[in-house]
C-alpha cells in the first residue's frame, strides 16, 4: 500500500447517545476503527450491541456526539447537511437488508438513480453505467423489469449493483443477506467476494458466523464498543 494513500476510514473515540424522555442509550462508545482501502472487514455483535448505529455513522446517515471521522482523509464529523450528502452520493454505496429499491421504478432506474443525483452526467451515459453495473451482478436481462417482479436475492443483486455505479470508495452493507435464503445469501457473498477481490473496500455486519468468517477481518461488537478484532489468515 501506497503510504501516501490515507485510509478509506478513521473513526477515532466516537460515542454517540439517542435519548429519549425515559431513557438515554450509549449506542457506541468511543469507537476507533481504521479501515485501509481494498479490506474487506465484517462488524458482527448481539442485537442493539450498536452495528447499524456505527454502518449510519460510517455512512454519514447519522452525526455523533464525540469523536472524529476521516473519510478518505478528510475530516467529515463536521461537514453540513449539503455537503455530507454530496460525501455520501459520491463515496459511498450502500447495500440494506431489506434492498431499499424504489418500486415504481424499473431496475435500471434504480440502478441509474445515484448518479442522477449526482449531476453532470448525461442520461444515455447513467443508462450505459447503470447497464454496467448489472452486468457485473449477473442481472443485465432484467433491465425493464420492476422491483417486484423478481426474487429477494435478484432485488439485492440490483441494491448492489446500485451501490456500485458511482464507483464509490467504500461499499457498506447492513445485513445484506438477513432477509434471503441460504442460496441467494450465497450468491451475495459470492459477489462481494469478487468485488473484493477487484479492490473494492467493503464493510459489512452480519451476526452470521460463517459469514463473517469469509472476510479478512472481524471487528466484535458488544454494549456499544469494540470488543475485539480477529485478523484472518490470507
Ligand atoms: N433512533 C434510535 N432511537 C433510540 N435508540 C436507538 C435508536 N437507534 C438505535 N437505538 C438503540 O441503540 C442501540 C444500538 O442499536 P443498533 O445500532 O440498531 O444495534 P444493532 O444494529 O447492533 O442491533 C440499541 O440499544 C438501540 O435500541
Ligand atoms: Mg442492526
Excluded: W
Excluded at 426474487?151 to 446500485?162: D, K, L
Amino acid at each position: 500500500m501506497n503510504e501516501a494513500t490515507p485510509p478509506v476510514i478513521e473513526l477515532t473515540g466516537i460515542s454517540k447517545r439517542f435519548s429519549t424522555e425515559e431513557v438515554d442509550t450509549y449506542a457506541l462508545r468511543g469507537v476507533d476503527l481504521r479501515i485501509d482501502k481494498g479490506e474487506f472487514v465484517a462488524v458482527s455483535g448481539p442485537s442493539g450491541c450498536g452495528k447499524s448505529t456505527l454502518m449510519a455513522v460510517l455512512g454519514l446517515l447519522t452525526g455523533f456526539d464525540q469523536g472524529s471521522y476521516r473519510l478518505a482523509g478528510r475530516d467529515v464529523g463536521t461537514l453540513d447537511g449539503d455537503a455530507r450528502a454530496t460525501v455520501r452520493n459520491r463515496h459511498i454505496g450502500f447495500v440494506f437488508q431489506s434492498f431499499n429499491l424504489i418500486g415504481d421504478l424499473s431496475v435500471l432506474e434504480n440502478v441509474a438513480l445515484p448518479l442522477k443525483f449526482r449531476g453532470g452526467v448525461g442520461k444515455a451515459e447513467r443508462q450505459r453505467r447503470a447497464e454496467e453495473a448489472l452486468q457485473r451482478v449477473g442481472l443485465a436481462q432484467r433491465l425493464k423489469h420492476h422491483p417486484h417482479q423478481l426474487s429477494g436475492g435478484q432485488q439485492q443483486r440490483v441494491a448492489i449493483a446500485r451501490a456500485l455505479v458511482g464507483e464509490p470508495d467504500l461499499i457498506l452493507a447492513d445485513e445484506p443477506t438477513g432477509n434471503l435464503d441460504s442460496q441467494n445469501a450465497e450468491t451475495v457473498m459470492g459477489l462481494f467476494d469478487e468485488l473484493h477481490r477487484g479492490g473494492a473496500t467493503i464493510c459489512m455486519v452480519t451476526h452470521d458466523a460463517g459469514l463473517a468468517a469469509r472476510a479478512q477481518r472481524i471487528v466484535r461488537m458488544l454494549d456499544g464498543r469494540i470488543q475485539q478484532t480477529v485478523q484472518q489468515a490470507a
